[in-house]
């Protein structure tokens, strides 16, 4: 059986480019939760989730981007469960567009009070050392960003594209995800992300952007009891 590492790309990321930020031991992965909540499993078997419930931060729940809705095991309630559609990038995006910048470290207090601000999804005090991040500024203060969030192999995810709500109407948020599409692609990666499926304003956008949806994941919020 073929392989796609985006059926999986939490696994994936931590057993390939994140292997560095990986908790976990066997079957079973988890990010820093200061970098990013999420955990994985290679396989939904109940060694899966021993090894998923060995090293799970105390007090937090597993956060998994499944294929399908799986059977919950034994000794485990689900808190939460919702889908994303996954959009895979299909052509280099159009040129042009308003001056952005690159964040550097010394941006990261700036980049918490606009997610404050916006709240685009999760984003901790270290998820910008993921990847790439990008803005756009008006004057002194960051008004629009936009970053690298999970990455597998030969593909790079777009998250945390956000626009502060003074700044809204002005295609900074199209801005910012063409520049990370031409830089993936030049790096020779495939741009993807993940949306809801009833965020219909934002489906359109990356439609329009040249995304195509590849398939549906299943979000399941799980922890022991």
């Not at 931590?14 to 955990?39: C, M, T, V």
Request: hydrophobic share 45%; glycine share 10%; charged share 20%.
């Amino acid at each position: 059986m073929t392989i796609n590492v985006l059926d999986n790309p939490i696994w994936h990321a931590l057993e390939g480019p994140h292997r560095q930020h990986a908790l976990g031991r066997g079957l079973a992965r988890h990010y820093p939760r200061d970098i990013a909540p999420f955990s994985a499993i290679a396989e939904p078997s109940a060694a899966g989730y021993a090894d998923l419930a060995a090293d799970l931060p105390a007090g937090t729940e597993a956060r998994l981007f499944r294929p399908q809705a799986e059977p919950l095991p034994d000794g485990w309630e689900e808190t939460s469960r919702f889908a994303l559609l996954q959009m895979v990038a299909s052509r280099q995006p159009e040129q042009g567009g308003p001056p952005v910048t690159v964040l550097s470290p010394a941006d990261a207090a700036a980049m918490l009070d606009l997610v404050a601000a916006t709240e685009p999804g999760p984003f901790g005090k270290r998820t910008a050392l993921l990847g790439r991040y990008v803005g756009i500024r008006h004057g002194d203060r960051l008004v629009a960003m936009a970053g690298e969030r999970l990455r597998v192999p030969g593909h790079v995810e777009l998250s945390a594209i956000c626009v502060h709500p003074e700044a809204r109407g002005k295609g900074y948020g199209a801005a910012l995800t063409r520049e990370l599409m031409r830089h993936a692609f030049a790096q020779g990666e495939r741009p993807f992300l993940h949306v809801r499926p009833d965020n219909a304003a934002a489906v359109a956008l990356y439609r329009g952007l040249g995304f195509e949806t590849r398939r549906e994941l299943v979000v399941l919020w799980r922890r022991p009891i």
